[in-house]
């Protein structure tokens, strides 16, 4: 029997309201992969004007720039990450995936009930 | 300036699909609460068939029935939480509030940067 449980963990950053998540930081992955904000959100399906609402509110949120970029234009101009952007990317990243490891460690031990009920079916 | 960066976690159980997350946790609180699937459902401004319908939808991903009940009938019938819900839920609880511990510790860690910046903007 393959129903292996396990937890997926989601990390959303907020100051009053809500400003860095994995939809955010997935985007900042892919402008600074293709150097476009308007390649990055058609590399993820994402329209332009939603790719740039959500930078564009994350940046009001964080209180700094995301994007050194002449944005706009025919094709939407270059883009690159200002240091800052660079810098909180950096650690929403690292914070996840320590974040992951102990997470992955302590379900074993809280839900070894579970995976003993389920072989214990079998 | 009141513009404190902080993290939310959650934390979203999957089997093959997703069988347990945030929702499902507050509704079987409920249910054990109001002993009624329909009186949860209402506490939570939540419609009782949508309630229905995630309970379910959780039993059969789990592979188990979290509640013992006379649902339906004209008050929607006395409910319980089975004996597996209950660890379960349990587990879940346990589970973010260990997670939520350290993750508030790695968060001092790994943002600091973030503070700082916003203090020495004050």
Same mark, same amino acid.
């Given at each position: 029997?393959?129903?292996? @449980?396990?937890?997926?963990? /989601? ?8 400003? =860095? #998540?994995?939809?955010?930081? @997935? ?8 150097? $476009? @904000?308007?390649?990055?959100?058609? $590399? ?12 564009? /509110? $994350? !940046?009001?949120?964080? #209180?700094?720039?995301?994007?050194? /970029?002449?944005?706009? #234009?025919?094709?939407?101009? #270059?883009?690159? @990450?200002? !240091? ?5 990317? +950096? ?5 996840? +995936?320590?974040?992951?490891?102990? +997470?992955?460690?302590? =379900?074993?031990?809280? =839900?070894? =009930?579970?995976? !003993? ?6």
């Amino acid at each position: 029997m393959d129903n292996k @449980l396990h937890a997926n963990i /989601s990390v959303r950053l907020f100051t009053d309201e809500k400003c =860095f #998540g994995p939809g955010i930081a @997935l985007l900042l992955h892919r402008i600074n992969e293709h150097k $476009s @904000l308007r390649s990055a959100a058609i $590399s993820m399906g994402m329209a332009y004007s939603k790719a740039w609402t959500i930078l564009k /509110s $994350s !940046e009001k949120s964080l #209180g700094f720039k995301l994007l050194n /970029s002449t944005i706009g #234009g025919k094709n939407g101009g #270059g883009a690159m @990450l200002t !240091e800052d952007a660079k810098a909180i990317l +950096a650690a929403y990243d690292e914070y996840c +995936a320590e974040l992951k490891k102990y +997470a992955d460690k302590l =379900f074993d031990k809280k =839900f070894s =009930f579970y995976k !003993e009920k389920q072989d214990s079916k079998e």
